[in-house]
């Protein structure tokens, strides 16, 4: 059985609000029966953009990721909901009713992803839909892909054997794992969004050149944990580390020079020039 997924690279995401818009111009003022009532003009993010900075000049980065509905196979909104108002579809993707749905904000409360809102006038909650009135219709992906500049977002309708396997190739990661909700969004290169990096300039000491090729270790309890290089100007970057305070040690060698240096970080850092 084949079933909707969503990938979303972070890596790939601008910020450029396209999928945000795409879902209003879609919904607001429009009424799709049995799939989603007019969503409020103000208000609602279906689908909501989050911002997440790291690091300091000269070495900083803003990364971008949008979330939405995760079309949970354990939907927690699922379990809360009464009359059968919020329905899993053989498809995959889950359907708030939205007549069946009305007066019921327990359903808003459910959910731990706060992907749905509640409409104060028709007094229903609601969420994206993952355009299933569309792919009911012969679409063959979401608006919310089919506006990406980027190809931050792709849809994939496979089964789940095939897209647990494309998880691991990929190292794909879903949001809050730890709930046994299994959502259907997938997210590519979430580490920019949830880990630190240590990064800095490897400068020869006499000349002040930038050096390229240094190799550098990353030590962590007396354990080597990462290896890389400096580039043409000098720069490397340990990115992917557990967002918590810890301490590192660096050694940093090149043509016969070496220099070790210690930092204690919290948060990305750029640990400024290194002289060698
Ligand atoms: S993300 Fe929230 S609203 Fe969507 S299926 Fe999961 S629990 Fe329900
Ligand atoms: S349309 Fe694509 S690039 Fe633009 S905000 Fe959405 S995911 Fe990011």
Not at 173 to 198: A, C, M, Q, W
Request: hydrophobic share 35%; aromatic share 8%.
């Amino acid at each position: 059985m084949k079933k909707w997924n969503l990938i979303v690279d972070v890596e790939k995401c601008e910020n450029c609000y396209n999928c945000f818009i795409a879902t209003k111009d879609e919904h607001v003022g429009n009424d799709f029966p049995g799939y989603a009532a007019p969503q409020p003009e103000h208000g609602h993010e279906w689908v909501k953009l989050h911002t997440f900075e790291r690091g300091e000049m000269p070495m900083a980065d803003a990364n971008f990721m949008p979330t939405m509905c995760n079309h949970c196979d354990e939907p927690a909104c699922m379990k809360v909901a009464e009359n059968g108002a919020v329905q899993k579809r053989a498809d995959g993707i889950v359907i708030i009713d939205p007549v069946k749905a009305k007066g019921q904000k327990q359903i808003v409360d459910a959910c731990p992803y706060g992907a749905i809102y509640w409409n104060d006038d028709l007094e229903i909650p609601q969420t994206w839909i993952f355009d299933a009135h569309l792919l009911d219709k012969g679409w063959t992906k979401p608006r919310v892909e089919q506006v990406c500049p980027t190809f931050a977002i792709e849809s994939v309708k496979i089964s789940d054997e095939e897209m647990a396997g494309r998880a691991q190739r990929e190292e794909l990661r879903v949001l809050k794992p730890e709930l046994g909700t299994k959502p259907r969004i997938y997210y590519k290169n979430l580490h920019l969004t949830d880990s630190l990096f240590i990064g800095g300039t490897v400068i020869d000491g006499k000349t002040d050149d930038c050096i390229d090729g240094a190799e550098i270790k990353l030590i962590k309890g007396g354990q080597e944990i990462a290896q890389t290089h400096s580039d043409c100007f000098g720069e490397f970057k340990f990115d992917g580390l557990p967002l918590q305070e810890a301490d590192y040690q660096l050694e940093i060698t090149h043509g016969g020079r070496s220099a070790k240096h210690e930092c204690r970080v919290s948060s990305s850092a750029f640990l400024g020039l290194i002289s060698l």
